[in-house]
C-alpha cells in the first residue's frame, strides 16, 4: 500500500509545485495588484528563505506540509479503497466546488472599486483642478472682487439661489483673493500628490462649490457636474495608492535595512487594505451617472434632434464655439452633421445601458469609457462649456477595473528593464533611496544588493553583468517603475547626465541623507497592528460613512424629481426641507437637459456702446469699438465665464444685478490704467440673430434690443470741466476684458 501511495503522493507534490510555478509566472499580470510580481521571482522568496523569515519561507514549508498530508490523506484514502472494492462499494464522487453566491455576483458588478483605479482618478482629479483653477484665473477679480461685476455684498443681499453657501463671500478685494486662490491651489497640489488625502478632498469639496455658488450667472450643467464630482469622489479613499500618504504609511508599517528586507515584497502594501474596495457608492456612483445621460435623451424631443440636424445648429453659436471650430464648420459636408448627430444621442443612449448592466459587466464598462471620452473631449475641444465634458472624463475613469490594471501591468512590464540596484548600506541616504524605490517598484523589476563599493552610494548592475553609475543607473532605475520611461531618457541626454552625476557625486560626498535627518533603521521590523479599539472605530466612522453616502442619495433622487422636466410635469413631488437642503445649499443639483428639447437656434452676445471723457466709442467688455454686425462674426472667443454672464443678464429675471454691471463698467479706466478711458454714458444692447438654416452657412434675421441706458455723473462732470482732445490725437489702445 506505501508502493501504491506514493506515487500519488509524488504526484501530488508535483501538482502542487506546478501550481506554484503557475502561480509565480502570473506575476507580470499582478505587477500592479496588492501581491507583487516581485514575489515571484527569484530575488523575493531566495532573501526570505535565506533569512529564515518572510513569505517565501512560509509559502515554501506550506507547500510541503500540505504535499506531506496529501501523501497522507491519499494513503488512507487507498486503503479505504481497497475495503470498498472488496465489499463491493463505489467510492463517493467529490464534492462538486461551491460557486460564487448572488451577493458575490452583485458585489463585484456594482459594489466594488479599485484601490489603484482609485489613485489614478485622484491624480487625474487633481490635474482637472488645477486645470479649471488657471481656467477662472483670467476673470478671478471681474467675478468674485468687490471691484466685479457682482460685489459679495450685492450677493449677500440679493441671493441668487435661495442661500446656497459660498466661502468666497468672506473675501471682499483683490488681494484677499488672490491669497485665497494660492491657498486653493496649494490644496489641489496637495490632492494630486496625494498629501493628507482625506482632509483635502473635503477642503477641495468645500471651495469648488464655493467658487461655483459665488456667482450663479455663469453657473452652467457643467459647475453641477463639478460639484457632484467633488461630493462623490468625497466618499472614496483616494490616497491608498499611488500616493505620498501610502507611501509614508508603508515606510512606518515595515522599516527594512538589510537587502533581504528590500527583497520581501509581502508587507508592501497594507493587508487590511486589499485592491477591491466594497461600498454602497458603487450602485450610487452608476445610477448618478446613467441618469446624467438617460434624462439628457430623454428630453431631447425637438425636430432637430429627431431629423439628425442638432448639430448644424449648434455649431452656430459663435459665443459658445471656439474659434478654431468657426473656421473649419463651413467645411463640414452634411453627412458627417447627420452622423454626429446620431453617434450623440446613441452614446447617450447606451451608456447607462452599459452602466448598469450586470452582463458582460468588463467588457459594457470599457464600451462606456471609449463612449463617454469620445463625447466629451469632443464637446471640451469644440464648445467653450466650462468643465463639464472634463469633469465627466475624469467620472470615467472611476470604471477601470482589476481586469483592466492586469492587462495595463502585462503590457507595459518589460523583463529587459530589470536590473540589480547596488546600494552602500552604511548610507542613510541610499538606505532610504531603496525603501522608496521598492515601493514604487510595481512590477517587480529591481532586486537590491549590499554594496559597500557602490559609486555614489547607488549602482546597478544590468542583465549582462556590466555595471552603471551615476546618471546612468538612475535612469535604469527610473525606467524599470511604472511610467518611468517616459521620463528616464531625460536623464540620458549630455547636459541633464553630467548634473545629474555631479549632483549625485556631491550628496554621496556630503553625506547629504544624514544631513536631512535620514537614519538607518536600528533594527528590521514590522509594525504590529493596530490596537482592537482603534479598529473598531474605523468600523464605526466607515458605518457613518455609508449612512452619509445614502443620505445623499435620498437629497438627489429628490431633487431630480422636482427638477427634471419628465417628472415634474408629470407628478407634483413634495420637496422637504431638509433634502432641499442637501441638494441646495452647494449645489447638488440634478437638472439634466443640455440643449433640450431642441438645440440652441438663436445666437446673441451683450454689446455695450460706451462714450468715453474723450468723446470715443467703446465697449469695456472688449475694448474695442461696438461691434453689432453678428451676421459674419465666426466666433467671439469668449471664455465660458463671460459666455454665460452675457447670456444670464440680459434675461428679466436679473434685472436687479445690473447696477453692479454699471458700477463695473465705471471702473474702465482702473482696468486699463488709462485716466482718458473714463466712462461718461452709454447703452447696453442684446444683439442676437438665427443660426444659419440646414443647409446653408449664412446667420439671418439680426435683431437689437436695448436693454437699459446708464450716465457716470462723475465723469460727466470732469467732462465738462476738461477740454476736448486736440485733433489726430491717437486713440487708447483696446484693453479687453475677457
Known amino acids: 500500500m506505501e508502493t501504491a501511495s506514493a506515487p500519488l503522493a509524488q504526484h501530488r507534490s508535483r501538482r502542487l509545485m506546478n501550481a506554484k510555478d503557475d502561480r509565480d509566472e502570473g506575476g507580470p499580470e499582478g505587477a500592479l495588484r496588492n501581491e507583487d510580481p516581485g514575489e515571484s521571482r527569484e530575488a523575493g522568496p531566495e532573501a526570505a528563505a535565506a533569512s529564515g523569515s518572510g513569505e517565501g519561507a512560509r509559502a515554501g514549508d506550506g507547500a510541503a506540509r500540505a504535499a506531506q498530508r496529501d501523501g497522507a490523506a491519499e494513503d488512507e484514502g487507498a486503503a479505504e479503497g481497497e475495503h470498498d472494492e472488496e465489499d463491493g462499494a463505489e467510492p463517493e464522487p467529490p464534492p462538486r466546488p461551491r460557486g460564487p453566491s448572488m451577493w458575490d455576483i452583485l458585489r463585484d458588478a456594482f459594489f466594488t472599486f479599485d484601490r489603484r483605479t482609485l489613485g489614478f482618478t485622484r491624480i487625474l482629479l487633481g490635474f482637472f483642478l488645477i486645470g479649471d483653477l488657471f481656467r477662472r484665473s483670467w476673470a478671478w477679480s471681474d467675478m468674485f472682487a468687490d471691484i466685479g461685476v457682482l460685489p459679495n455684498h450685492v450677493n449677500l443681499w440679493r441671493p441668487q439661489g435661495g442661500g446656497n453657501f459660498s466661502l468666497v463671500n468672506a473675501f471682499s478685494t483683490p488681494g484677499e483673493l488672490w491669497v485665497l486662490w494660492a491657498v486653493i491651489f496649494a490644496t489641489y497640489v496637495c490632492l494630486l500628490i496625494g498629501w493628507k488625502t482625506k482632509l483635502m478632498q473635503v477642503l477641495s469639496l468645500v471651495f469648488v462649490t464655493s467658487m461655483n455658488g459665488r456667482v450663479l450667472l455663469i453657473e452652467n ?102 474659434p478654431i471650430v468657426a ?118 523589476l529591481l532586486t537590491f544588493e549590499a554594496s559597500s563599493s557602490a559609486p555614489y552610494g547607488l549602482a546597478v548592475r544590468r542583465p549582462g553583468g556590466e555595471a552603471a553609475e551615476g546618471a546612468a543607473a538612475l535612469a535604469d532605475i527610473v525606467a524599470a517603475i511604472p511610467l518611468g520611461p517616459t521620463v528616464a531618457w531625460v536623464l540620458r541626454l ?91 445649499k452647494l449645489r447638488f443639483l440634478q437638472g439634466w437637459f443640455m440643449f433640450s428639447p431642441n438645440p440652441v437656434m438663436d445666437d446673441g452676445t451683450i454689446v455695450v456702446d460706451a462714450i468715453t471723457v474723450d468723446g470715443r466709442h467703446i465697449n469695456p467688455f472688449t475694448g474695442e469699438p461696438p461691434n453689432f454686425d453678428l451676421l459674419h462674426a465666426k466666433s467671439f472667443a469668449y471664455t465660458q465665464i463671460w459666455c454665460d454672464y452675457f447670456a444670464r443678464i440680459k434675461l428679466p429675471a436679473n434685472t436687479a444685478y445690473r447696477d453692479a454691471m454699471k458700477e463695473y463698467i465705471y471702473r474702465y479706466p482702473e482696468r486699463t490704467g488709462r485716466p482718458e478711458d473714463a466712462i461718461v454714458s452709454g447703452e447696453v444692447y442684446w444683439v442676437k440673430d438665427w443660426n444659419p438654416k440646414w443647409g446653408s452657412t449664412e446667420s439671418y434675421g439680426e435683431e437689437r434690443e436695448k436693454l437699459f441706458v446708464f450716465q457716470n455723473p462723475k465723469a460727466q462732470a470732469r467732462a465738462q470741466a476738461e477740454p476736448p482732445p486736440a485733433p489726430g490725437a491717437p486713440a487708447a489702445p483696446p484693453s479687453p476684458a475677457n
Not at 262 to 274: G, H, I, V, Y
Not at 356 to 367: C, T
Open 221 to 322: 450643467g457643467g459647475y453641477v457636474v463639478h460639484n457632484l464630482l467633488l461630493l462623490w469622489t468625497c466618499f472614496l479613499p483616494l490616497g491608498d495608492r499611488f500616493s505620498v500618504d501610502a507611501l509614508l504609511a508603508s515606510l512606518k508599517r515595515s522599516r527594512e535595512r538589510t537587502a533581504d528586507d528590500l527583497n520581501d515584497r509581502t508587507t508592501l502594501d497594507d493587508p487590511r487594505k486589499p485592491d477591491a474596495y466594497v461600498t454602497v457608492l458603487g450602485p450610487v456612483l452608476l445610477i448618478q451617472l446613467s441618469a446624467i445621460y438617460f434624462f439628457n435623451v430623454v428630453h431631447k424631443t425637438g425636430p432637430a434632434w429627431k431629423n439628425g440636424t442638432a448639430v448644424h445648429f449648434v455649431l452656430y453659436v459663435d459665443r459658445m464655439v471656439t
Open 327 to 444: 473656421d473649419i464648420r463651413d467645411y463640414a459636408p452634411n453627412f458627417l452633421i447627420l452622423f454626429m448627430t446620431r453617434m450623440v444621442i446613441s452614446f447617450e443612449a447606451a451608456i447607462p445601458v452599459c452602466l448598469l448592466s450586470p452582463i458582460g459587466r468588463v467588457w459594457a464598462r470599457r464600451l462606456t469609457l471609449v463612449m463617454m471620452n469620445l463625447l466629451h473631449v469632443g464637446f471640451g475641444t469644440t464648445f467653450v462649456l466650462g468643465p463639464f465634458a472634463w469633469a465627466l472624463c475624469v467620472f470615467s475613469t472611476l470604471l477601470i477595473g482589476r481586469e483592466d490594471w492586469e492587462i495595463a501591468a502585462r503590457t507595459m512590464r518589460r523583463v529587459h528593464r530589470a536590473r540589480v540596484v547596488l546600494f552602500d548600506p552604511r548610507s542613510p541616504g541610499a538606505v532610504l533611496a531603496c525603501r522608496v524605490l521598492k515601493r514604487m517598484d510595481r512590477f517587480g
Open 494 to 584: 549630455p547636459l541633464v547626465r553630467d548634473a545629474a552625476t555631479a549632483a549625485m557625486a556631491a550628496a554621496h560626498r556630503r553625506s547629504l541623507g544624514r544631513a536631512l535627518g535620514a537614519r538607518i533603521p536600528e533594527r528590521s521590523e514590522i509594525a504590529p497592528p493596530p490596537a482592537p479599539l482603534r479598529l473598531a472605530g474605523r468600523k464605526v466612522l466607515a458605518t457613518f460613512r455609508e449612512l452619509a453616502v445614502l443620505v445623499m442619495f435620498v437629497g438627489a433622487v429628490n431633487q431630480a424629481a422636482v427638477e427634471l422636466w419628465v417628472i415634474k410635469n408629470r407628478w407634483k413631488v413634495p420637496h422637504p426641507e431638509p433634502t432641499r437642503l442637501l441638494s441646495q
